[in-house]
C-alpha cells in the first residue's frame, strides 16, 4: 500500500457484519449512509481522490466516475456476481482492478428460483390474496388450480454454477427431463442429471417450465422477445433470477394476458424497483420479488468478506481474490 498516505475508499451502501472494520483499519472508509442509492452527484464527489470503490449493482460505474476518483484509484470491488453495471475496459484502460462476488450466493439463489417456480405454477400469490382479503369462502374442487413440476420437461437457460445447483434440485426433487442451453456442452450435467444440450429454439418448444440464469451482455438483452415467446409451449411457467433486462416485460405481460404463460416467478425487474403499478406487479399470476436472490445471512455476510478482501489486495497491487479483469 502507498507509505506516504492512508488509503481513501468510497463504499457506497452499508454492508452486513463486520467486514469494513478490517479495511478502516487500513484506510480512510466514507461509507453511504442512505439506503437508497447516492445520487450521480454524490457519487462523483464520493470517489474524488479515492484508491478504491465498493459498490452494488445499482451503481453505474463508469469512465467519468473513475475519472473524478482520480489517478489513484487502484481498485473497484462490486459487492455482487455480476458487474454490467462497470465500465470494465475503460477499467483495464486505466490500470484499474475490478472484482465481484460469486460462488458464494449459488445456492440461496438456486433456492430462490426454487421457490418461485413452485409458488408460481401453485399460484400461491392468488390463494394467499384470496385468504387476506376474505374471498375463501369454501373448498372447491377446480379452485386455483395449479402446476405439479414432476415429469414435465424443465428448461434451464444459461448452466452456470446458479444454472447447475437449481437444475440439480429440480431434477433430483421432481425427475424431470432436463434440456438447457450454454456456450458449450456440460458433461457433468449430463451424465449426474441427464441434461441435454440444446438450442434456445428447441429449448422454448419443448420446456414446460423455463429458468433463466444466463448472463447479461449484448447478446442476451431481450434475448426473451415477442418471438422467443411465441415459440414456447402455451402453458409455460417463467422464471427469472438472473437479470431483468433478458426478459421483454411487455412480450411477457402479452404472454401472460393470452395465457401463453401459465404464470411468472421474478426476483429481477428492469427497471429496479418495478413500479408498484406496473401491470406486471398488478398481474395475479406473476409473483415478483425485490432482488432477494443473495439475502441470506450466510450468503451476505460471504459477500461482504470477498468485497473487502478484493478492495485490500487491489490497494497492495496484488491480484484480487476475485478478479474480472487482468489489469
Known amino acids: 500500500m502507498n507509505d506516504t498516505k492512508t488509503p481513501k475508499i468510497f463504499v457506497t451502501r452499508r454492508l452486513p457484519g463486520l467486514h469494513l472494520d478490517r479495511l478502516r483499519g487500513v484506510a480512510d472508509v466514507t461509507v453511504w449512509p442512505d439506503s437508497m442509492p447516492p445520487s450521480r452527484d454524490d457519487l462523483l464527489a464520493g470517489v474524488a481522490q479515492c484508491d478504491g470503490l465498493l459498490t452494488l449493482l445499482s451503481d453505474r460505474i463508469d469512465a467519468s466516475v473513475m475519472d473524478a476518483a482520480g489517478p489513484n484509484l487502484k481498485v473497484i470491488s462490486n459487492y455482487a456476481v455480476g458487474y454490467n453495471n462497470i465500465d470494465v475496459a475503460a477499467a483495464g484502460a486505466r490500470g484499474i482492478r475490478v472484482g465481484n462476488t460469486p460462488d458464494v450466493l449459488t445456492d440461496a439463489t438456486a433456492d430462490l428460483a426454487v421457490t418461485l417456480l413452485l409458488a408460481a405454477a401453485r399460484r400461491v400469490r392468488e390463494a394467499a390474496n384470496q385468504v387476506q382479503t376474505g374471498g375463501w369462502k369454501t373448498w372447491e374442487p377446480t379452485g386455483l388450480l395449479g402446476i405439479e413440476p414432476a415429469g414435465k420437461t424443465l428448461g434451464v437457460i444459461g448452466m452456470g454454477r446458479i444454472g447447475k445447483a ?97 404464470a411468472a416467478g421474478l426476483d429481477v425487474t428492469s427497471p429496479e424497483p418495478l413500479p408498484h403499478e406496473h401491470p406486471l406487479v398488478r398481474h395475479p399470476r406473476t409473483i415478483i420479488l425485490p432482488h432477494i436472490g443473495s439475502a441470506t445471512d450466510r450468503s451476505r455476510n460471504a459477500m461482504a468478506e470477498i468485497a473487502v478482501d478484493n478492495v485490500l489486495h487491489g490497494l497492495r497491487g496484488e491480484s484480487l481474490r476475485c478478479e474480472v479483469n487482468l489489469a
Not at 173 to 190: A, E, F, K
Request: charged content about 25%; aromatic content about 6%; proline content about 1%.
Open 166 to 262: 437449481f437444475a440439480r434440485r429440480m431434477v433430483g426433487g421432481w425427475n424431470m427431463p432436463l434440456l438447457y442451453t450454454s456456450r458449450t456442452v456440460q458433461d457433468d450435467v449430463d451424465e449426474s442429471l441427464g441434461g441435454r444440450h440444446v438450442d434456445l429454439d428447441e429449448l422454448l418448444a419443448q420446456s414446460d417450465f423455463i429458468s433463466v440464469h444466463v448472463a447479461l451482455c449484448d447478446a442476451t438483452a431481450g434475448l426473451l422477445d415477442a418471438d422467443a415467446f411465441s415459440r414456447m409451449k402455451d402453458g409455460v411457467v417463467i422464471v427469472n433470477t438472473a437479470r431483468g433486462e433478458i426478459i421483454n416485460q411487455d412480450a411477457l405481460l402479452d404472454g401472460l394476458n393470452s395465457q401463453k404463460v401459465f
